[in-house]
C-alpha cells in the first residue's frame, strides 16, 4: 500500500490560513482517486474534498468556498489551501487513497496517512 504523511497543521485565529500538504510514497497515487478527510476527537471522519480521475474536486459544503486543493507531481503531493478558518474547522486532517467513486460519491481506499491537526482559535 502506498504511505501518506500528511503536514502543516497548526494553531491560528479564526479567519486565518493554513497548507497542509499529503505527501505519497507512490507516485501512483497521483494517477488514483483521492480525497480530505477530517476528524475531530471522538467523532467520525467526514468528507472534505474529494478528487475524481477526469472532473473537478468535489467539495463539502461547509469548505466550499473557502478550502481549496492542488496538486504538484514532481514532489508526489497534494495541497490543502484552507482560508476563512473556523473554530468548528478545528480537527484532525488526513488524506486518502485508493478509493473509487461512484454516482458521484467517493469510498475511501486502504491508504491512510496520520493526520495533521488543525486547531483554530476564536
Known amino acids: 500500500q502506498v504511505q501518506l504523511v500528511e503536514s502543516g497543521g497548526g494553531e491560528v485565529q479564526a479567519g486565518g490560513s493554513l497548507k497542509l500538504s499529503c505527501t505519497a510514497s507512490?507516485?501512483?497515487?497521483?494517477?488514483?482517486?483521492m480525497a480530505w478527510y477530517r476528524q475531530v476527537s471522538g467523532g467520525e471522519r467526514e468528507l472534505v474534498v474529494s478528487?475524481?480521475?477526469?472532473?473537478?474536486?468535489k467539495y463539502a459544503d461547509f469548505v466550499k468556498g473557502r478550502f481549496s486543493i492542488s496538486r504538484d507531481n514532481d514532489r508526489n503531493t497534494v495541497y490543502l489551501h484552507m482560508s476563512l478558518l473556523e473554530p468548528e474547522d478545528t480537527a484532525v486532517y488526513l488524506c486518502?487513497?485508493?478509493?473509487?467513486?461512484?454516482?458521484?460519491?467517493?469510498?475511501?481506499?486502504?491508504?491512510w496517512g496520520q493526520g495533521t491537526l488543525v486547531t483554530v482559535s476564536s
Open positions: 486518502n487513497g485508493g478509493g473509487h467513486h461512484y454516482s458521484g460519491t467517493y469510498y475511501p481506499g486502504p491508504d
Open positions: 507512490d507516485f501512483l497515487f497521483q494517477a488514483n482517486p
Open positions: 478528487v475524481p480521475l477526469r472532473a473537478n474536486p
